[in-house]
């Protein structure tokens, strides 16, 4: 039991863990500015700017890199788990979330009956910029904390 308490004192498991945070209070930031209004949904819904799977996954493989070398199997790995996360996000999501666009209007305009109230998740996915930018993120909190707290 006492190791799970010690994740808590492993940048490999905080910093991931902590630019997705970073990374979610930032989205339901830009959402609520956007709909000026606040989002409290927003802050826990995936898909939008900027990705927390990207931030996650990015921040993991840097912190990874930075602690055990850039040649480490673990980092190699990390990096291949980034490149799967990122493009599912993009490319799987992204094309869930077009078609969920496109069968909730169907359904507005063509109910299946009186009492039909079926709505599908239309942010699912990101763009290649929102992955970017949670990409980078994900870089800058792992570079932030590597610089500041492990090699002090």
């Known amino acids: 039991m006492l190791e799970i308490f010690q994740l808590s004192k492993n940048p490999i498991f905080t910093i991931p863990l902590i630019s997705a945070i ?30 927390s799977h990207s931030a996650l996954v990015v921040s993991l493989s840097t912190i990874l890199g930075l602690k055990e070398g850039f040649s480490s199997p673990l980092f190699i790995l990390s990096l291949f788990f980034a ?53 980078i993120l994900g870089f800058i909190v792992a570079l932030i904390y590597y610089v500041g707290v492990i090699n002090k």
Request: charged share 25%; with cysteine; hydrophobic share 45%.
């Open 22 to 51: 970073i990374t979610q209070g930032l989205k339901g930031v830009i959402r609520s500015i956007q709909e000026k209004k606040l989002l409290w949904r927003a802050f826990f819904e995936w898909g939008g700017m900027p990705s």
């Open 83 to 135: 490149a799967i996360v990122i493009a599912d996000a993009i490319g799987v999501r992204l094309a869930t979330e077009e078609q969920a666009k496109v069968i909730n209007k169907i359904l507005q305009k063509y109910p299946i009956n009186e009492k039909c109230d079926i709505i599908l998740k239309e942010s699912i996915g990101h763009t290649p910029f929102e992955a970017i930018i949670g990409g």
